[in-house]
T-cell receptor, first 112, second 111 residues
Framework: AQSVTQPDIHITVSEGASLELRCNYSYGATPYLFWYVQSPGQGLQLLLKYFSGDTLVQGIKGFEAEFKRSQSSFNLRKPSVHGSDAAEYFCAVGAGNTPLVFGKGTRLSVIA | NAGVTQTPKFRVLKTGQSMTLLCAQDMNHEYMYWYRQDPGMGLRLIHYSVGEGTTAKGEVPDGYNVSRLKKQNFLLGLESAAPSQTSVYFC??????????FGNGTRLTVT
């Protein structure tokens, strides 16, 4: 069965700084990989997804993620963070006929 | 389009009471899911459905039952609520298995 680890529970960055959120997965073959974002009091929204092909994928709100097979990673990046990016971010992995498995999430705080 | 609508938004129950959470989607999605979200635990899948009339257990199904009598609705039932079921419950739907559309959650407190 697949699993996903988000090593950072909470990250604080300054507005305008770059951001990288880490995600590592465990699965024997190439999985489908996702990042979702949850704003306070809201449900989750899809930021971006990787199915196959180009390992650098672009998402909404200026986010991108890079699939690195050798490291079993799918880290999320943004070159310049805004205050509105403060939220909780979830990495998820899909494989076979089983439902998505979510990581425990990384809470992002942004300081002005 | 409303997307995924969860009813109610908030609920307080006493231990032993029962209740049903309703999830409705207007996107004609085949797949529907119930998750619970607890601090530090991420989202854990309770039950899911791959089509009308079908249900399947997820990671944490004990104490919950579900029904999918109509394609657009997915009901989550608690027959005898326990304090351990205090959580935020999210419903989601999707056409395939992977791109989920979430509701805004139901915050349940069991005292």
């Amino acid at each position: 069965a697949q699993s996903v680890t988000q090593p950072d529970i909470h990250i604080t960055v300054s507005e305008g700084a770059s951001l990288e959120l880490r995600c590592n997965y465990s699965y024997g073959a190439t999985p489908y990989l996702f990042w979702y974002v949850q704003s306070p009091g809201q449900g989750l929204q899809l930021l971006l997804k990787y199915f196959s092909g180009d390992t650098l994928v672009q998402g909404i709100k200026g986010f991108e993620a890079e699939f690195k097979r050798s490291q079993s990673s799918f880290n999320l990046r943004k070159p310049s963070v805004h205050g509105s990016d403060a939220a909780e971010y979830f990495c998820a992995v899909g494989a076979g006929n089983t439902p998505l498995v979510f990581g425990k999430g990384t809470r992002l705080s942004v300081i002005a | 389009n409303a997307g995924v609508t969860q009813t109610p938004k908030f609920r307080v129950l006493k231990t032993g009471q029962s209740m049903t959470l309703l999830c409705a989607q207007d996107m004609n999605h085949e797949y529907m899911y119930w998750y619970r979200q607890d601090p530090g635990m991420g989202l854990r899948l309770i039950h899911y459905s791959v089509g009308e009339g079908t249900t399947a257990k997820g990671e944490v199904p004990d104490g919950y039952n579900v029904s999918r009598l109509k394609k657009q609705n997915f009901l989550l039932g608690l027959e005898s609520a326990a304090p351990s079921q205090t959580s935020v419950y999210f419903c989601a739907s999707s056409t395939g298995q992977w791109v989920l559309h979430f509701g805004n959650g139901t915050r349940l407190t069991v005292t």
